[in-house]
């Protein structure tokens, strides 16, 4: 996994302006909103665990390192970029890949901030029906809610409701609502700038697989952050998350770029090359063409890193708009 510092290099402004602002405190017993239910806070966590990464980022992001007891789920996947492991600093890894029930009490965890397929699954050990009895409250992604409620599409408000909620729970709505604000700002930028451009292009994003590849339908967050950059995943049809498709689907909708999720232990020129040499893509336009976009795990999964994404994948798309220069 590459690029965590951009957290650093992209957000420094927002941050400082964030750690500025008075702090507005927020009234307890508190409720919010998680997929279909609806979870109480007796006070502000102290202890809390994130899942994954991108989960992790929006914690430090909003300055809640010294109010998390650990973090899961990321060295068994990912490499830590070494600027994000020095924002990490001693805080330490509890589970590499999946938590159990036993890691979260061990460090008197009091939020499990994680999703379904981000640490959780279905009629797995940890959930938050699991969890509840032992009085641990679990904050689900937004995004991940598909996996067990109805979604109609992926959107970048499933990001400003996770982080809103997280400002709530925490009581650091300010700086909750500066980093939104910074990240809208960013977005509306490229929104406004694609909209002078004539062509929609066709996206297929490959995140892995040679059988069959590992794609995102419309209710994975790439829906969202291809529709800002002013493009159209060709499996927007797909009602399904992150899922398998076969290969024949790709040539039919013939996509004019791939994104390529740079994470896992194949580099991503390896995907590229793979791509390129795979017979069945040898008349896909964005094969001819050789017409690549890379992103990081942390860039396509719901993150403070979605803005950075979008204006990748803006300036890929519309380089006549952009000059191939990132907005």
């Known amino acids: 996994m590459d690029h965590p510092s951009m957290i650093a290099r992209c957000l420094i402004g927002a941050l400082a302006a964030m750690l500025a602002l ?38 430090i992001t909003l300055g809640l390192r010294d109010r998390m007891a650990g973090y899961t789920g990321i060295s068994g996947w990912k490499t830590l970029d070494p600027d994000f492991a020095a924002e990490l600093g001693d805080l330490p890894e509890l589970a590499s890949r999946y938590p159990s029930i036993e890691t979260l009490l061990e460090v008197d ?6 999703g379904w397929n981000y640490g959780m699954r279905a009629g797995g050990a940890v959930t938050p029906s699991t969890l509840e009895p032992l009085g641990i409250p679990v904050y689900e992604l937004s995004e991940s809610c598909s996996w067990v409620m109805e979604q109609k599409s992926a959107s970048l408000n499933d990001l400003y409701n996770d982080l809103q909620n997280l400002g709530r729970i925490f009581s650091v709505q300010d700086r909750a609502e500066t980093l939104i604000d910074n990240l809208k700002q960013r977005i509306e930028t490229v929104r406004s700038a694609v909209k002078q451009g004539s062509t929609t292009p066709r996206v297929f994003l490959y995140d892995s697989g040679e059988d069959r590849p590992t794609t995102s339908g419309q209710l994975g967050m790439p829906q969202a952050l291809i529709e800002a950059a002013g493009g159209h995943n060709v499996m927007s049809d797909v009602s399904a998350s992150w899922t398998q498709v076969n290969w024949e689907s790709v040539v039919e909708r013939d996509p004019e770029v791939i994104l390529i999720v740079d994470y896992g232990p194949r580099s991503w020129q390896q995907k590229r090359d793979f791509l390129l040499q795979q017979p069945a893509l040898q008349d896909v336009q964005a094969i001819r063409e050789r017409r690549f976009i890379v992103l990081s795990y942390l860039e396509v999964t719901p993150s403070v890193m979605n803005a950075s994404a979008i204006e990748k994948i803006a300036a890929g798309l519309h380089p006549g708009i952009f000059g191939g220069r990132v907005p």
Request: proline fraction near 7%; charged fraction near 25%.
């Open 22 to 59: 008075p702090l507005f405190a927020a009234k307890y017993p508190l409720t919010v909103r998680s997929c279909d239910r609806e979870v109480t806070f007796e006070r502000a966590p102290q202890r809390a665990v994130s899942h994954d990464i991108n989960l992790t980022s929006m914690l």
């Open 109 to 114: 965890a009091d939020l499990f901030f994680a």
